[in-house]
């Protein structure tokens, strides 16, 4: 028998699936996270209404902010 | 060693900043180009931003420093910058009286980012462990 019939008559291969035996082990680690936002109160809201103060009274809003790394 | 915590400290503060710059490195740009087009703005170094804050947030999770909250804590390192980005502008010649009000701003802003954001996340991903 040539060696091409013995190679089709041979075992074949698996069914390719890597993704969903990978998909399925993801699925089996994966929790849910459940993140708690603290109370926001008046010492927040100060706090915002203390940064838009100081961004409205400084001469050159973009330039501080700029500076000042978030934005 | 590294605890995995600690790691996870480093992630989360890390990613956290990382995120941030998008308002530099995409809004300041685009509001920019926008709305004050040639509008010359000073440069500070935020790339460095996500190592400051994962190593600060590190430090939190292996310090654990009983008396102060996250928000205090990350009140520190947002003096920490202000005085750091004042030397910054200052050495670059590019100094201005309003940088002076960064040592208010900052703080204020990373206290709230801290308590408000870093915590819950540093809470729901367990960083936080028992306190030494």
């Known amino acids: 028998m040539p060696t091409l019939g013995l190679i089709r008559r041979g075992t074949?291969?698996?069914?390719?699936?890597?993704?969903?035996?990978?998909?399925?082990?993801?699925?089996?680690?994966?929790?849910?996270?459940?993140?708690?936002?603290?109370?926001?109160?008046?010492?927040?809201?100060?706090?915002?209404?203390?940064?838009?103060?100081?961004?409205?009274?400084?001469?050159?809003?973009?330039?501080?902010?700029?500076?000042?790394?978030?934005? | 060693m590294l605890r995995r915590r600690e790691l996870l400290a480093y992630l989360i503060g890390a990613g956290l900043a990382g995120t941030?710059?998008?308002?530099?490195?995409?809004?300041?740009?685009?509001?920019?180009?926008?709305?004050?087009?040639?509008?010359?703005?000073?440069?500070?170094?935020?790339?460095?931003?996500?190592?400051?804050?994962?190593?600060?947030?590190?430090?939190?999770?292996?310090?654990?420093?009983?008396r102060l909250s996250i928000g205090v804590w990350g009140a520190v390192l947002g003096l920490a910058a202000a005085t750091g980005i004042n030397v910054y502008l200052l050495a670059a010649g590019v100094w201005f009286p309003a940088a002076a009000l960064l040592i208010v701003f900052l703080p204020v802003v990373y206290w709230l980012l801290w308590r408000l954001v870093v915590g819950p996340l540093n809470e729901a991903l367990g960083v936080e462990g028992k306190r030494t």
Do not use: K
């Not at chain 1, 291969?13 to 926001?40: H, K, S």
């Not at chain 2, 180009?33 to 999770?61: D, M, Q, R, S, T």
């Open chain 2, 20 to 66: 941030i710059l998008v308002g530099p490195y995409v809004l300041r740009i685009i509001a920019g180009e926008l709305f004050i087009p040639g509008h010359a703005v000073p440069v500070v170094p935020v790339v460095l931003l996500p190592i400051l804050w994962g190593v600060w947030n590190l430090l939190w999770a292996r310090r654990h420093p009983a």
């Open chain 1, 12 to 71: 074949p291969a698996p069914p390719p699936d890597l993704w969903t035996r990978f998909e399925a082990q993801m699925r089996e680690r994966d929790e849910v996270v459940r993140v708690t936002l603290p109370a926001v109160g008046w010492g927040e809201l100060a706090a915002v209404a203390a940064l838009v103060a100081i961004v409205a009274v400084v001469p050159d809003p973009v330039g501080f902010l700029a500076a000042s790394g978030m934005f």
